[in-house]
């Protein structure tokens, strides 16, 4: 819509040259204010909206908060394999039928795959169902997979694990890729089908008819000054009104957890289990590339309470390029534990090491990633929208691997939505459509039955024996048995409980980096191309300023300085030196989402900036 496209170039071009003709096209539209408490011993740290209400607020006086609406038949938010096969499949249906559908994603991310960040193994299976004509469409599938190696690791040695036919983590078949190279691909294919695919623009609110059913989205405001103050080029976000809104913003997404609350999804599951994957991007020495070699690790430098392991693969994309990361679970207990440092730490094992030796580093990120089964899974439909891809979890842990679950889901979720618009609107008993066949397609897919199969294998890792019960229930369940066992594990607590406080764990001594193998944090960070504007409201918002001090720092001594990967939370002495505060460096925020979920007091709600974030290229 017109609108749309206006607002796209308002947020790209910084809102300066075009904000005064746009500030009166925008309509009203409300978000929940809520308080926070601050004293005169911590300096105030959160001034956005969401917690610091405008209503009250006198510098926002005679401001038009008008906000503009546009209107289609589906809205998806989030642009990765999940969004965009939604959209593709809409489009493919729309053709097959000639019921015309107006579908537009909107996409935080200032360009397609730009925040998309992942090993990437890719099982075919979904994108061969979506595009059987895929390698004529120039897919980038360039690596298959040539040899495969999994090894237990302990400080000096590595243990070859034999691969055995039917475990989930065998490989043939599949392809190395670059998932962000798959993700712009995919919106090509998209906007050549009349998807209107709009980067750059982040939702921030969810809409509700007066029924309660979901109406839409809202956009995120912009040009608001640091301390909470409208500035001269404030210009109102936009409405996106839809028939049913599908939610596809990848692992923990900030408006999937509104969404939670307002309609109790996840009310007959488990809490969802995390971990953080970081990863690096290198350029070998030729001598030492392997192209389509496939390597897992687990064990050291993880204890054997600690669920994680690592990956190498080594690409076929031109230059000897090798992309390396580590896994580690995120209800780990060591305050203590830095999960950027032991990823740094972990490549310098003796099997490892050598790889690296004489390359370059040239890409670094991270971001977090769900690690439950199907007890984890919430409701998927409710009135006016879904979930689908790894938004609700629905990766395979075992195979590492969520991508062709994503796209699937997103498939089935935009047949369901086709047939609703198309078919059975009149029936609807809510303004917004409900998608009373989505699940039941989802459960009688291939999708299901694969996540019904490894549903126990997390699970078996969090028991005393740790690490050796969840390769002994692996071995006898997953291969000998075929994964037949009638029960399902359960997932007791929540990440954000697990940590221990800091007086009954012991301190971690991590080596130095020696700038050849390992590095500092803050070199990674700005491999990331990670940008915010310095003069907003930081969009790592507290609850209450006054918890960082009073309660992780001293309780846990501050983890959250310790589980981001991106340097975004430090303690620095107060100005009168009388004590410590906690510095956000919002700038620095690659959108991973940990400290979201670790957050022992959760406390932390990650909502979405004006814009910038990471700009990975092929991540």
Known sequence: GVWLNMYTVVCRTGIRDLSCVLR???????????STASSSTYPRITTHYTIVPRETDSRWEGIDMNREADECDVVIVGAGPAGLSAAIRLKQLEEE???????????????????????AVLEPRALIELFPDWKDR????????????????????????????????????????????????????????GVEVYPGIAASEVLHHDDGSVKGIATVDVGISKDGSPKSTFARGMELHSKLTIFAEGCHGSLTKQLYKTYDLRKNCQPQSYAIGLKELWEVDPSKHRPGAVQHTFGWPLDYKTFGGSFIYHLNEGPPLVVCGLVLALNYANPYTNPFKEFQRWKHHPSIHPLFEGGKRIGYGARALNEGGIQNVPKLAFPGGALIGCNPGLMNVPKIKGTHNAMKSGMLAAEAAFEAITK???????????????????????????????????????????????IAYTGVFQW??????????????????MLKPAKECKEIEYPKPDGEISFDLLSSVALTGTNHDHDQPPHLTLENDTIPVEKNLAIFDGPEQRFCPAGVYEYVPNEDETGMRLQINAQNCIHCKTCDIKDPHQNINWVTPEGGGPAYSGM
């Open 24 to 34: 009166s096209h925008f309509i009203h539209g409300s978000i929940a204010a809520r």
């Open 97 to 119: 039928s000639g019921h015309e559908i107006k579908v537009c994603v909107v996409e935080k991310a200032p360009e397609i795959g730009a925040h998309t960040l992942s090993g």
């Open 138 to 193: 120039g897919a980038p599938l360039h690596t298959p997979v040539t040899s495969e190696k999994l090894s237990l690791l302990t400080k000096k040695r590595s243990i070859p694990i034999p691969i055995l036919p039917g475990l989930p983590m065998c490989n043939h078949g599949n392809y190395i890729v670059r998932l962000g190279n798959i993700v712009r691909w995919l919106g090509e294919q998209a906007e050549s089908m």
């Open 424 to 470: 059975n609107q009149n029936e609807s008993k809510t303004t917004g459509l409900y998608l009373d066949t989505y699940e039941e397609r989802l459960k009688s897919s291939w999708l299901w039955k694969e996540l019904k199969q490894v549903r126990n294998f997390r699970p078996s890792f969090d028991t005393p024996l740790g690490l050796w019960g969840g």
């Open 480 to 497: 000998a048995l075929r994964a037949k066992e009638p029960w399902t594990l359960k997932f007791h607590k929540p990440d954000h409980t």
